[in-house]
């Protein structure tokens, strides 16, 4: 009996071990979680100088308006021996001859209406050789998903912090998109402006973005 009883009671305590074992694991979160789009490319092939591989979301769009195949691609760097993959670009591989870069990737179409709470934007972001190229983070509402209605949208641009200094990861912040939360129809796109000609070529890198729902 007394063997019975000291099973009971050590099998008690091992539920309320494992109970208190997720308590902490729920604990550890933070204040959001991911749960509209998120890429961070580490499964993406890659590409290395001028040797390019397009970023491909699916669903996402990823278009030069300079009438090129250069556009945002995947690239990898290895610290330390452990390798990241982001997206990437620069005029500097463009034409000199040729029209100004006008590079946009677009996610997914997001529906913020259908989501409970509000919802925010995060990504990392790295400069190399900034001149003045320019990238701007944008939203619309109104934008129909194909590559011949960009400019026809409305774009709002996003208030977002980007690197100050060369070679160094900058988080964006937590940007927020409660003004949006009543849309249904919401894109957000990372725009790249520059020109080979011009000297402007700054190389942009984008990593680990997410749209997620705020807790």
Same mark, same amino acid.
């Given at each position: 009996m007394k063997n019975y009883f000291? /099973?009971? #009671?050590?099998?008690?305590?091992?539920?309320?071990?494992?109970?208190?074992?997720?308590?902490d694991d729920f604990a550890v979160f933070t204040d959001y979680i991911p749960v509209v789009v998120g890429e961070n490319y580490e499964n993406s092939d890659t590409g290395s100088g001028s040797n390019e591989v397009a970023a491909a979301t699916t669903g996402w769009l990823n278009v030069n308006f300079a009438g090129t195949n250069r556009v945002w691609n995947v690239k990898s760097f290895t610290t330390s021996g452990v390798s990241n993959n982001f997206a990437e670009?620069?005029?500097?591989y463009s034409s000199a001859t040729g029209p100004d870069d006008e590079v946009w990737m677009i996610t997914s179409k997001m529906n913020f209406a259908e989501t409970p709470i509000t919802e925010s934007l995060s990504f990392d972001c790295q400069t190399r050789f900034a001149?003045? =190229?320019?990238?701007?983070? #944008? /939203?619309?509402?109104?934008?129909n998903g194909l590559e011949s209605?960009?400019?026809?949208a409305t774009w709002e641009e996003l208030a977002v912090t980007l690197p100050?200094?060369?070679?160094?990861?900058?988080?964006?912040?937590?940007?927020?998109? =409660?003004n949006f939360q009543a849309s249904e129809n919401v894109y957000i796109a990372f725009k790249y402006t520059g020109s080979k000609a011009n000297g402007a070529t700054t190389t942009f890198r984008l990593d680990n973005i997410r749209v997620f729902e705020n807790k």
């Open positions: 000291k /099973i009971i #009671l050590i099998t008690g305590l091992s539920l309320v071990s494992l109970s208190c074992t997720k308590d670009f620069s005029s500097f001149n003045s =190229a320019v990238l701007k983070i #944008l /939203i619309s509402t109104n934008f209605g960009i400019h026809s100050t200094e060369n070679d160094v990861w900058t988080s964006s912040g937590i940007v927020d998109l =409660a």
